[in-house]
């Protein structure tokens, strides 16, 4: 059964540093998403993402925080300085008409 | 803008019981979906149970089951026969079909299934 997969599984970096996460979503799909979830926390809303352009985006995805599908298949969402506050789990997900299919997270640590 | 409300932080239930978990939200739209998600210790997000606003049969799936009350905005998830490996974290959640498609989520409730 196809499925969206996500990597790294954990990533640890200092403040102020970049970071990308990346996503593959199912293949004949043509919605993306990304979300976070603050431990403890709800899932919240970053950014939707179709036909190469960003279709939504919440107050949270501000200038740090940038979408790109480079290559058809990937899709990654980078976060230009890192805050501590930006430590979460980050979910892609994708979608062909309703139903979203999760990732299984990347859990982003911010030192 | 959309909210979703989870009023129950934590429920427990024993094995082989029924348990529902309840689910508000507040829209002014007309056609949007309703979704209760699983989210297990792994963090990953299932869907469990989806439910279409135009339609007014209750959507079920196995043991689960909604009350989708359309004029309240109330949309509860009912978990027959209750099993251990249902022990998780369940978010409801909402989509607009006219605002992106995107998800809105309640707080969530933790639910535990006792031996």
């Known amino acids: 059964e196809p499925e969206v997969t996500q990597t790294p599984s954990h990533q640890v970096t200092q403040m102020g540093q970049e970071v990308i996460l990346r996503c593959v979503p199912i293949?004949?799909?043509?919605?993306f998403y990304w979300y976070r979830q603050i431990l403890g926390q709800k899932v919240e809303f970053l950014v939707s993402?179709?036909?190469?352009?960003?279709?939504?985006k919440s107050e949270i995805f501000d200038d740090q925080f940038s979408v790109e599908r480079p290559d058809g298949s990937n899709f990654t969402l980078k976060i230009r300085s890192t805050k501590l506050e930006d430590s979460a789990m980050y979910f892609c997900?994708?979608?062909?008409?309703?139903?979203?299919?999760f990732g299984p997270g990347t859990r982003l640590t911010v030192l | 803008a959309q909210t979703v409300t989870q009023s129950q932080p934590e429920m427990s239930v024993q094995e082989a019981e029924t348990v529902t978990l309840s689910c508000t939200y507040d829209?002014?739209?007309?056609?949007?979906?309703l979704f209760w998600y699983k989210q297990p210790p792994s963090r990953q997000m299932i869907l469990v149970i989806r439910?279409?606003?135009?339609?007014?049969q209750n959507a079920t799936e196995n043991r689960f089951s909604v009350n989708f009350q359309k004029a309240a905005k109330s949309f509860s998830l009912k978990i027959s026969d209750s099993q251990l490996g249902d022990t998780a974290m369940y978010f409801c959640?909402?989509?607009?079909?006219?605002?992106?498609?995107?998800?809105?989520f309640g707080g969530g409730t933790r639910l535990m299934v006792k031996p």
């Open positions: 959640a909402f989509m607009s079909i006219n605002a992106g498609n995107m998800l809105t």
């Open positions: 993402f179709y036909n190469n352009e960003i279709s939504e």
């Open positions: 293949s004949n799909h043509l919605y």
């Open positions: 829209t002014s739209e007309n056609n949007y979906y």
């Open positions: 439910q279409e606003a135009y339609k007014q």
């Open positions: 997900a994708s979608c062909d008409r309703v139903e979203q299919f």
